[in-house]
């Protein structure tokens, strides 16, 4: 996926920070997203920043301005100049693209609420758009799961956030996308907030055993074009969940016992995307190895229901595409591409 020379951010806002962004390619970046990256980088003079932003100071005073209905806390002080006191807990796609480092999504778009990101990327890819772009959204009515299953989504308090990718590796393998998108959230929870989160095949990431995130990775093909919606739900700072679901999910909040910064943490998330998905191709076995260090099925009993049924059996490994490697209990050695993982008791049994 090639790196793009101009993006751009729609939605609820057009604000950055670029802390981390290379310097030279700051001017890339939109207006609002380099005043948020200089002015996180320290106190800056209005006339300094003006200039360095190529603005009017009228330009610049409206730029301030709408930062300012934004929810950012500006400080004006006589001898240091402009101080950036605090940035809101909401989702703007400039703030986004600003405090990645890694420069490969044409277009980031926040929505206040929608139906489903999933639906309104598979919609662009229909549509035609080159990608790759991100849809975010801070509330979904209709979030969905695999199987049309219901994904909850509680307004402002998760990252839902759906990818449209063209993979330029050949369709066959596009399953690696899944993988590739749970490594990314694992890596991102580990490093970012210092969790250790356990995969669990195909398509869930747990914290204390519990569901934290879940990804949903739909394919289309348009004239021959194909591209694929890689979906992904993470509970960010839901304090309690309704019944049905209290003893299977936790959110970030829960295993910090604090609430998480969702905007720096869906900008890393963005980026651990884009160094997971540049492996998809020859570099797969660097994602499987990561993975498997991180799989709570490895060695451990299970029931898998797929379309041949349930079956139960102890997983032996992965093969090169990520599929689950399993042991039945008849002794049979059975692929699996697609199912449901059920963990069977707590202790971890010796593959043969
Ligand atoms: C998934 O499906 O885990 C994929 C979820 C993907 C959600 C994202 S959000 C952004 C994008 N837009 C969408 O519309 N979807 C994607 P699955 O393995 O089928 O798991 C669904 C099951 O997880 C449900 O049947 C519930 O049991 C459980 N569940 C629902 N909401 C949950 C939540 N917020 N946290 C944890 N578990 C949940």
């Given at each position: 996926?090639?790196?793009?020379?101009?993006?751009?951010?729609?939605?609820?806002?057009?604000l950055?920070?670029?802390?981390?962004?290379?310097?030279?390619?700051?001017?890339?970046?939109?207006v609002?997203?380099?005043?948020?990256?200089?002015?996180?980088?320290?106190?800056?003079?209005?006339?300094?920043?003006?200039?360095?932003?190529?603005?009017?100071?009228?330009?610049?005073?409206?730029?301030?301005?709408?930062?300012?209905?934004?929810?950012?806390?500006?400080?004006?002080?006589?001898?240091?100049?402009?101080?950036?006191?605090?940035?809101?807990?909401?989702?703007?796609?400039?703030?986004?693209?600003?405090?990645?480092?890694?420069?490969?999504?044409?277009?980031?778009?926040?929505?206040?609420?929608?139906?489903?990101?999933?639906?309104?990327?598979?919609?662009?890819?229909?549509?035609?758009?080159?990608?790759?772009?991100?849809?975010?959204?801070?509330?979904?009515?209709?979030?969905?799961?695999?199987?049309?299953?219901?994904?909850?989504?509680?307004?402002?308090?998760?990252?839902?956030?759906?990818?449209?990718?063209?993979?330029?590796?050949?369709?066959?393998?596009?399953?690696?996308?899944?993988?590739?998108?749970?490594?990314?959230?694992?890596l991102?929870?580990?490093?970012?907030?210092?969790?250790?989160?356990?995969v669990?095949?195909?398509?869930?990431?747990?914290?204390?055993?519990?569901?934290?995130?879940?990804?949903?990775?739909?394919?289309?093909?348009?004239?021959?074009?194909?591209?694929?919606?890689?979906?992904?739900?993470?509970?960010?700072?839901?304090?309690?969940?309704?019944?049905?679901?209290?003893?299977?999910?936790?959110?970030?909040?829960i295993?910090?016992?604090?609430?998480?910064?969702?905007p720096?943490?869906?900008?890393?998330?963005?980026d651990?995307?884009?160094?997971?998905?540049?492996?998809?191709?020859?570099?797969?076995?660097?994602?499987?190895?990561?993975?498997?260090?991180?799989?709570?099925?490895?060695?451990?009993?299970?029931?898998?229901?797929?379309?041949?049924?349930?079956?139960?059996?102890?997983?032996?490994?992965?093969?090169?595409?990520?599929?689950?490697?399993?042991?039945?209990?008849?002794?049979?050695?059975?692929?699996?591409?697609?199912?449901?993982?059920?963990?069977?008791?707590?202790?971890?049994?010796?593959?043969?």
């Amino acid at each position: 996926m090639g790196r793009c020379a101009q993006p751009r951010t729609t939605g609820s806002g057009a604000l950055a920070d670029l802390t981390t962004v290379p310097p030279d390619l700051h001017k890339e970046l939109p207006v609002d997203a380099r005043l948020l990256s200089l002015l996180r980088a320290g106190d800056m003079l209005q006339s300094e920043l003006a200039q360095q932003l190529g603005l009017t100071p009228r330009e610049l005073e409206s730029s301030l301005e709408a930062l300012h209905s934004a929810g950012f806390e500006i400080e004006i002080h006589p001898l240091r100049g402009l101080n950036l006191r605090s940035s809101p807990d909401k989702l703007i796609g400039d703030d986004l693209l600003s405090r990645m480092q890694c420069r490969w999504l044409r277009e980031i778009t926040v929505f206040q609420s929608t139906t489903s990101t999933n639906d309104l990327a598979m919609q662009r890819g229909i549509n035609g758009a080159e990608g790759p772009l991100a849809i975010l959204a801070e509330s979904q009515t209709a979030g969905r799961g695999r199987f049309g299953r219901k994904w909850m989504s509680a307004p402002g308090e998760g990252v839902w956030l759906s990818v449209l990718v063209r993979p330029e590796i050949p369709f066959l393998h596009w399953s690696r996308i899944t993988s590739a998108a749970g490594l990314a959230v694992t890596l991102c929870l580990e490093k970012h907030l210092g969790l250790q989160p356990a995969v669990k095949w195909p398509n869930d990431v747990l914290l204390d055993g519990k569901k934290v995130c879940g990804v949903l990775v739909e394919t289309a093909h348009v004239s021959g074009s194909p591209f694929a919606v890689l979906g992904i739900g993470i509970n960010a700072n839901q304090s309690c969940f309704p019944d049905e679901l209290r003893d299977r999910a936790t959110s970030l909040k829960i295993a910090l016992n604090r609430n998480v910064d969702r905007p720096a943490f869906a900008a890393a998330l963005l980026d651990e995307l884009e160094r997971s998905l540049s492996l998809v191709g020859d570099s797969f076995p660097q994602i499987l190895r990561e993975l498997e260090k991180r799989s709570c099925v490895i060695n451990r009993r299970i029931d898998v229901h797929s379309l041949i049924g349930r079956v139960s059996g102890t997983v032996v490994g992965f093969d090169e595409e990520g599929h689950l490697q399993m042991l039945l209990d008849d002794g049979s050695l059975q692929m699996f591409s697609a199912g449901e993982v059920t963990l069977n008791g707590n202790t971890p049994s010796t593959a043969a």
